[in-house]
């Protein structure tokens, strides 16, 4: 998929618009992460899925081709290199939201997984010779629920 510009006044538009709206669909996903409600982003993954693909696609022609906007007026320009540095600021937030996010899932998974191994290793039998139930050391599966 590609923009369909009939010049390069035309392409800078375009690609004004698509950063724009992308920097919004971002935005919304750093703060549904940043409010730990990581459910919120599902309902425009497949909208901020195809036009970040668009954008890298785009990006790429213009870094190949830099004729492809050249001919726009210098203030379009300009507009385009500022949505795009504020793009580049929601992505870094956006960064920070899903790793911080991802640190949570992974404590959460270790904890729960921790509790399961000591309640198992709890089992013992009495008298000479007695040994654990023979679960410390068994694997133990995990089911989590698409809203946890």
């Known amino acids: ?3 369909a510009a009939a010049n390069a ?5 375009q690609l004004i618009i698509l950063t724009e709206r992308l920097t919004a669909l971002i935005a919304h996903e750093a703060r549904a992460y940043e409010a ?3 459910q919120d982003v599902a309902a425009k993954a497949e909208e901020t899925h195809r036009l970040a693909n668009l954008y890298r696609h785009e990006s790429s022609r213009v870094r190949a081709d830099p004729r492809l906007v050249s001919g726009a007026p210098p203030q379009q320009r300009q ?3 500022q949505a795009t ?4 600021a929601v992505l870094a937030r956006h960064g920070r939201a899903v ?3 991802k640190t949570v899932t992974e404590g959460l998974v270790k904890a729960i997984a921790d509790e399961i191994t ?3 290793q709890q089992t013992a039998s009495y ?5 654990t139930g023979g679960y410390a050391n068994a694997a133990t599966a995990i089911t989590l629920n698409k809203r946890a």
């Open 1 to 3: 998929m590609a923009l």
């Open 9 to 13: 006044e035309d392409r800078v538009a």
């Open 36 to 38: 730990h409600r990581p």
């Open 79 to 81: 507009k385009l290199i």
């Open 85 to 88: 540095e504020a793009f580049d």
């Open 99 to 101: 790793e911080a996010a």
């Open 118 to 120: 000591s309640q198992r």
């Open 127 to 131: 008298g000479p010779g007695a040994t």
